[in-house]
Structures are given as structure tokens and as C-alpha cells.
């Protein structure tokens, strides 16, 4: 075809991200009026492209069974809670535009090598996919960036919280040690036995680490110092990079523990008069009925996940029973949600002020997840390809 595409498609999801991002940051929203036609012209160049270039009309199903996924995928998001509808569309958008990546008749916009590796990395999954693991990896270092922001300038008193973990660097440097000596002797045993499978080494290294954490204080002395003193004898640079690479990660991990959670909570929300409540705004708790009374459950799926887990009760997870009156959504309060919410303040049922959240905008997150997959390729497949590399 004279006409490419397949690079018009990626032109126009890079300006519509943009668009997005911009639209995001500045009003908090992601407008239909650019998502819906994202998924209809999508579709419509794909069809065009593929009925003209090979003929496959099942290559054309697979596109739309791909863009159904992406939608059920955030759909599933949304109703959790952690997405806002517009990035749901944005996503289904993305998947119309760009079904497909580095195959045959849709190529990558470049290839090159670093140190013998292909780039762009692609995964057995479908391209869009990569796109949402990428867009939330990316969103990390933005949320840290954007809470550091908030802490500094309004909640001065957070900043030593999300710094705790540089304070306390004697217990991450035991940590990196002992994770260390995990994986000095997982290599040993794995190259003895020929048994090179990265899943049972990184289980074998857990349940090592668990093992060694365990013991009393002096006899795990022991054993890191002559397991560490053998990992320097035999592999001086890579134990040195290794113990570093692993006292970094750990206190950055437990960092973003902390802006994921307490951190995050206090600096991401507010209280707020409820007759000062806009639409639009995103509650923090939602908010049930049952039997006449109002009570407000702060508890997150992921919480009532993890509970219900260690418990072994599955029916933690499920939300309290009553009828739901406000949720806590990504969509935010409509105006019907504000009027209940004062009449029931103005009934005695609900008392005091109502926490709302912050909303951090994930448009642009999913624009440098989108740059990322198309230039870098699956961070998740690479990251794979990196531990591979370390161990063996």
C-alpha cells in the first residue's frame, strides 16, 4: 500500500496520549469525544489495512477479540476502583489503534541491538497488554515524584516517613546480605544438580532466605560470613554489584511500600466540609445503609484481599453487607451522590467531614508506557531476561 498504516495508527495514538495527558493534568479528565473516536477510527484503518494487505479475516477477529479483552481487562479495573473510565477508553483506544506490534505485517517503527539483545522486546501476550504493564510501572516513579510534591509543600511531616528506610540502612544491609548468601548457594546447588529452571531458583532463594532470617542471630552471622566470604573468593564483582544492587532496591522497595500505603493515604487525601464537595471528586471510603444507619468502610479490595488470605476466609473479601449508597469508584461523586450526602448529614446519619482523595492522573503514565513499549519494548520481559542473566 502506498499509505503506511500501521505508522499512521502509532502517530495517532502518541498524539492522542499527549492530548490525553495534557487534558488529564489540567481538568482531571480523559473526554469521550476522544477516546470513542480512537476506537472507532482504530478499527476501521485496521480493517482497511488488513483486508487490503493479507486477506485474513481472522486476523481481523483476532483485533477485535484483542480490543474486547482490553476493555473487560479495564472494565474489571474500573469496577475495582483503580481505574477512571476515561483511562479504561483510553486503554480500548490504544488496543484499537495498535493491536498488534513487531510481526509480520505490522513491523516496529525501529530495531536495534544492545549487547546482542533485539529491541523493541516484545512478549507472548498481545501488544496492548504491554502497554498497560508498562503504563503501570511507569506510574511509580511519577506517584513517588507527585507525593513528594504534596509532602514537601503542604505535609512537611511525611517527607520523614518516606525517608524512614534510608535512616534504618542496618537492617536492609543484614537483608542484602543474607538475600546474597540465598543466591550463592541457590547457584551452587542449581549447577551442581544441572538444574537451571528460574521459577524453582527464585522460589529455592526465597525459602533460603526465609531459613537464614530465621535462625538465632550469631549462628546466622556465621553463615553469611562464610557464604559471602565464598561469593567474594569466587565472584568478587558480581557479590560487590549484587549486595549494592539489592541495599538500593530494598530501601526504594520500602519506600514505595510506604508512598503505596500510609504515605500515600495521608498525603493523597482531605477532609472536606461536605457542603464543599464538587462533582467529579473521589471519595475514600464508600459509603452503605443497612437497617437504617450510614457506615462508611475504609477497607480497599486489596486490603479485604490480603485479609481474607492470610485468614483463609474468602468471604472477607466480598464488600459488608448493606445497601451502597456512595462508592468509592475512580468515576468520583455526581451531583445526586453530594445531595444524598448532605441530607444525610442533615438527618444526624452521617457526622463530621468527608475524606476525599487526590486524584493522581494516570494519562500520563500510559503515554510513557506507551513510548516505552514501542521504542524499549516489555519491561516485564525484560526484567525477566535480567534476573535470567544473574543467576545464570
Not at 536495534?112 to 501476550?125: D, E, K, S
Not at 485479609?307 to 469508584?329: A, F, T, W
Not at 493522581?360 to 526484567?383: C, R
Request: aromatic share 12%; net charge positive.
Amino acid at each position: 500500500m502506498l499509505i503506511n498504516i500501521p505508522l499512521i495508527t502509532i502517530v495517532i495514538a502518541v498524539v492522542a496520549c499527549v492530548y490525553a495527558s495534557y487534558s488529564d493534568l489540567k481538568e482531571g479528565i480523559i473526554r469521550n469525544k476522544l477516546t470513542f473516536p480512537l476506537i472507532a477510527i482504530g478499527i476501521i484503518l485496521n480493517a482497511i489495512y488488513i483486508f487490503t494487505s493479507t486477506q485474513d479475516i481472522w486476523l481481523f477477529i483476532e483485533s477485535l477479540i484483542i480490543i474486547g479483552v482490553i476493555f473487560a481487562f479495564g472494565y474489571l479495573f474500573w469496577k475495582m476502583g483503580a481505574w477512571a473510565g476515561g483511562d479504561v477508553k483510553l486503554f480500548t483506544g490504544i488496543a484499537a489503534l495498535i493491536p498488534f506490534y513487531s510481526i509480520p505485517f505490522y513491523p516496529s517503527l525501529l530495531n536495534y541491538q544492545i549487547l546482542g539483545q533485539q529491541f523493541p522486546v516484545t512478549a507472548t501476550y498481545p501488544f496492548p497488554f504491554t502497554v498497560i504493564i508498562n503504563s503501570i510501572l511507569a506510574i511509580l516513579p511519577f506517584l513517588l515524584i507527585f507525593v513528594f510534591y504534596i509532602a514537601f509543600k503542604e505535609k512537611p511531616h511525611l517527607l520523614d516517613k518516606l525517608l524512614s528506610p534510608i535512616k534504618d540502612y542496618k537492617k536492609n544491609i543484614v537483608l542484602a546480605l543474607v538475600v546474597t548468601s540465598s543466591v550463592t548457594l541457590t547457584y551452587t546447588l542449581t549447577s551442581q544438580l544441572k538444574i537451571q529452571i528460574i521459577i524453582l531458583s527464585l522460589i529455592l532463594i526465597y525459602l533460603l532466605s526465609f531459613i537464614i532470617s530465621k535462625i538465632p542471630t550469631r549462628v546466622k552471622a556465621v553463615v553469611i560470613s562464610l557464604v559471602s566470604a565464598y561469593a567474594l573468593i569466587t565472584h568478587f564483582e558480581i557479590t560487590i554489584t549484587g549486595i549494592i544492587l539489592l541495599f538500593i532496591s530494598f530501601i526504594v522497595l520500602e519506600m514505595v511500600k510506604n508512598l503505596l500505603t500510609s504515605i500515600s493515604r495521608e498525603a493523597l487525601q482531605d477532609d472536606y466540609e461536605i457542603e464543599e464537595l464538587k462533582e467529579g471528586m473521589i471519595p475514600a471510603y464508600s459509603v452503605y445503609e443497612k437497617n437504617d444507619k450510614v457506615f462508611i468502610d475504609e477497607k480497599s479490595f486489596y486490603s479485604r484481599l490480603k485479609e481474607g488470605i492470610k485468614s483463609r476466609d474468602i468471604s472477607i473479601i466480598n464488600p459488608p453487607s448493606g445497601k451502597l449508597i456512595v462508592s468509592s469508584m475512580a468515576a468520583g461523586l455526581s451531583d445526586n451522590d453530594i445531595k444524598l450526602l448532605k441530607e444525610l448529614k442533615s438527618t444526624g446519619k452521617l457526622l463530621g467531614k468527608f475524606r476525599i482523595k487526590r486524584g493522581v492522573p494516570f494519562a500520563p503514565s500510559i503515554l510513557i508506557g506507551l513510548l516505552i513499549s514501542l521504542f524499549i519494548g516489555d519491561l516485564a520481559f525484560i526484567i525477566d531476561k535480567i534476573l535470567m542473566g544473574i543467576l545464570y
